[in-house]
């Protein structure tokens, strides 16, 4: 799996690393066929007073990409929600890929008999 965690108008400090690992370890333990995972995390200066962290995550899986957004006023708190997202959208995913389907009963019963 490659990871590629970036910054836009910050700098990615390794406490900040760390904790996006950490809460990445959630989302890479309930589906593994994770093959690129990009982060990015921003910060929008709107007004002095008012600044908007931004967090994104483009998780390419086998069979599908996955992009996620979050924006909160803390980059902590748009990582939880960002994750929180995510961890939807892949558990999701994961139930659409596994196979509901039953054999019929008909065929049931000759796999029975042999």
Same mark, same amino acid.
Request: hydrophobic share 35%.
């Given at each position: %799996? ?9 700098? $990615?400090?390794?406490?900040? @690393?760390?904790?996006? &690992?950490? @809460?990445?370890? +959630?989302?890479? !333990?309930?589906?593994?066929? $994770? $093959? ?8 929008? /200066?709107? /007004? *002095? @007073?008012? !600044?908007?962290? /931004?967090? *994104? ?6 069979? @599908? ?7 909160? *006023? ?7 929600? &960002? %994750? ?7 558990? +999701?995913? /994961?139930? +659409? ?13 000759? $796999?029975?008999?042999?």
């Amino acid at each position: %799996m490659n990871l590629t965690i970036s910054g836009h108008h910050l700098e $990615v400090t390794p406490s900040l @690393k760390e904790y996006v &690992l950490t @809460k990445l370890d +959630r989302v890479t !333990r309930h589906f593994d066929q $994770v $093959v690129d995972i990009n982060i990015l995390l921003t910060v929008e /200066k709107l /007004k *002095e @007073k008012e !600044r908007r962290q /931004k967090a *994104e995550v483009t998780l390419h899986a086998k069979g @599908k990409d996955i992009f996620v957004e979050s924006a909160h *006023e803390d980059l902590y708190a748009a990582i939880d929600e &960002l %994750m929180d997202k995510l961890d939807r959208q892949v558990c +999701r995913h /994961k139930d +659409r890929l596994q196979d509901h389907h039953h054999p019929s009963p008909k065929r049931q019963s000759l $796999v029975d008999l042999q």
